[in-house]
């Protein structure tokens, strides 16, 4: 359940990490000559800064690439030798399946 909440939330967040918005606002605000420039250029900073924490709170960032590459090696590694596994259990016919009507 923890997972369908959260993914709703990434979501949102990807979505919120546009920037373009809020720099066409700023772009408004001094074609105006409007008072206002601050208060938007306020806002872009604190979106920048909402996304710096976003990357950094991703999981891997903090591992160089070829740790990545050898981390993807693994994990791929494991999943070969776990379909290895099943289809050999599966040839087995150990468990008695019972078939679709």
């Known amino acids: 359940m923890a997972m369908a909440a ?8 990807s979505e ?5 918005p809020l720099v066409h ?7 105006k000559d409007s ?17 710096r924490e976003l990357i950094s709170n ?11 590459q050898q981390q993807l090696a693994t994990l791929r590694e494991q999943v070969q030798t776990k379909n290895q596994l099943l289809q050999k259990y599966k040839s087995l016919c150990m468990f ?6």
């Open 58 to 68: 991703m999981p891997g960032v903090d591992s160089s690439p070829p740790e990545q």
């Open 16 to 20: 919120d990490c546009s920037l373009l």
């Open 25 to 31: 606002d700023i772009i408004k605000c001094m074609d």
């Open 6 to 13: 959260s993914q709703p939330r990434e979501e949102k967040e």
């Open 35 to 51: 008072q206002d420039v601050h208060q938007e250029l306020a806002k872009l900073k604190a979106k920048i800064q909402e996304a």
């Open 96 to 101: 008695d399946v019972p078939k679709a009507s």
